[in-house]
């Protein structure tokens, strides 16, 4: 199991993890979940990157996989939280049935 655990640290598994979310999006089309998730996959992968790199100071590292697995749901959340409150604002008033 801790093989397995190691991918966590990897960024290039990030960012396939973020493609694949991103083409179940493509057949869901919802917005709600898998397009949330495939961006804070993109920008864990960042992080992960930018660790790896020494960008970062040593107060904003996450070293065990749950905080990175952790930091990649709460960030999906939040994508998922904005893009419910200024992407769906585009409905109208209109209770026509005939308005497609």
């Known amino acids: 199991m801790d093989y397995l655990l190691i991918f966590v640290f990897v960024f290039q598994t990030w960012i396939v993890i973020g493609i694949a979310f991103l083409i179940l999006e493509l057949f869901d089309g919802s917005t709600i979940f898998f397009l949330p998730l495939s961006l804070s996959s993109f ?21 065990k996989w749950y905080e990175i697995l952790l930091f990649w ?10 893009l419910v409150k200024f992407w769906k604002r585009s409905t109208s008033d209109n209770n026509d049935v005939n308005d497609y």
């Open 43 to 63: 920008v864990t992968s960042a992080y992960v990157f930018a660790l790896e790199s020494f960008f970062l100071p040593s107060i904003l590292f996450l070293n």
């Open 73 to 82: 749901a709460l960030l999906g959340l939040v994508i998922s939280f904005v």
